[in-house]
């Protein structure tokens, strides 16, 4: 189908505007299918890009989380010790 519309988009091109519509087809149709290659390669770039942005961010969240777990425990151990001698002698 596109073989075939191709061909006839050629051979008007011959009988109306001669070689330089031809190649004005040519450049535009390469252009194009370039064009949409491009796109799809940014998309998918993008869609990478942002489930590793996910990624990151939940990891840093967990971390944080975690953190957080430990400062709450670190802070209620020294108030129950409440000036205990903290190396254990």
Same mark, same amino acid.
């Given at each position: 189908?596109?073989?075939? #519309? ?45 489930? &590793? ?10 971390? &944080?989380?975690?953190? #957080? ?21």
């Amino acid at each position: 189908m596109i073989e075939s #519309t191709l061909i006839l988009a050629l051979a008007e091109g011959l009988v109306r505007g001669g070689p330089v519509a031809i190649l004005a087809y040519i450049i535009f149709h390469m252009y194009r299918k370039d064009r949409k290659s491009s796109e799809e390669t940014q998309r998918q770039d993008r869609v990478f890009m942002e489930d &590793r942005l996910n990624k990151i961010i939940e990891r840093d969240q967990d971390t &944080r989380e975690k953190n #957080t777990q430990a400062i709450t425990e670190l802070t209620s151990y020294l108030k129950s010790s409440n000036g205990k001698d903290w190396s254990g002698d």
